[in-house]
């Protein structure tokens, strides 16, 4: 029997995209994106989804279907996922699941956190009382009222300080209280073969800088003005994408362009780095790839499994 699915994770700019094409196409499968930010259709240049003349070779499902307006989660995604690979089962087409968002895959492979949806005008409450202040201010507040949930997060991740700060409002309790009891996972792990792409940190920053200026040439620019003057809330995730909070202080007049793109590069670096402890301590069953040649040591490892 055929694997329920083939797992490739792996750091920015790694070469994920191109190795889970390479996979679809041997094994007639379908790529599917596990990258919390290329479900944004307004995003396609600077998250560096795959291009039209890629999604025209095989199937690529869970890219670009969402409007940066929305809030997506892990938790949206895992429903939609959850449909995705219904629909595929019952065509006997093997997913190659793809992307650089650890807790997608841990929540695929393990399950999820069984959190109450918070209603949205708690969210808009929330947000509307979170406006106008730095993330180190709303995790001070966040420490002043869940001091457990506080300390397990940055003061630097807006996003999950605001999320929880969503949660503690609309139950009364820490977030942290809910993150025990999972919900039952969707892939069974020890028939999904799971790869982690891992090249040498040197060279991958030289790809994410060389990556960065070929997204520039691409329309990164014009991407990003088109998202700022749609005026989105600044806290929402794709207004958080690596590159355009910086693109957007260029554009409104607040930085250099070239501050603008050395920061971005910066910051995306920054973000490979933790994908690597992520998943060293996160995906205990992924086999790492060398990235010297990842195409080989994968199909070597289907073979094996043959």
């Known amino acids: 029997m055929p694997p329920r699915a083939i797992l490739i994770a792996g750091p920015t700019a790694s070469g994920k995209s191109a190795l889970a094409l390479a996979v679809a196409q041997r094994i007639g499968g379908a790529v599917l994106n ?11 240049v600077i998250t560096a989804r795959p291009t039209p003349e890629e999604e025209r070779l095989v199937p690529h499902l869970l890219f670009g279907h969402v409007d940066a307006a929305v809030n997506y989660s892990v938790g949206r995604w895992l429903a939609d996922f959850a449909a995705t690979l219904l629909d595929l089962d019952a065509r006997g087409v093997t997913p190659v699941i793809a992307g650089g968002t650890g807790m997608y895959f ?20 929330v947000r509307a009382a979170a406006a106008g202040k730095t993330p180190q201010e709303l995790h001070a507040e966040l420490a002043a009222r869940d001091p457990e949930t506080a300390a397990r997060l940055r003061p630097t991740d807006p996003q999950r300080i605001l999320r929880a700060l969503e949660v503690l409002t609309a139950t009364g309790k820490p977030l942290a209280s809910f993150q025990g009891p999972r919900s039952a996972p969707l892939l069974d792990a020890s028939a999904c073969p799971s790869f982690f792409l891992a090249p040498e940190r040197e060279s991958l920053y030289a790809r994410i800088d ?22 989105l809330d600044p806290a929402l995730p794709a207004m958080r994408a690596h590159g355009v909070p910086h693109l957007v202080a260029f554009l409104d007049g607040r930085m250099k362009l070239e501050e603008a793109v050395m920061r971005g590069k910066l910051d995306t670096r920054r973000y490979a780095k933790r994908q690597f402890t992520f998943a060293r301590h996160q995906l205990p069953g ?6 010297a040649a990842p195409e080989a040591e994968l199909n070597a490892a289907l073979n094996a499994l043959a």
Not at 38 to 44: F, I, M, S, T
Not at 106 to 125: C, H, Q, T
Not at 286 to 291: A, D, I, P, T, V
């Open 210 to 231: 060389a990556r960065f200026d070929r997204m520039m040439e691409k329309g990164a620019l014009d991407e990003v003005a088109a998202l700022r003057d749609r005026r």
């Open 106 to 125: 841990k929540a695929a492979l393990y399950g999820l956190s069984d959190i109450p949806a918070v209603p949205e005008e708690v969210r808009a409450r």
């Open 34 to 44: 596990a990258d919390s930010m290329q479900v944004y259709r307004d995003l396609r």
């Open 286 to 291: 992924f086999q790492w790839l060398s990235g």
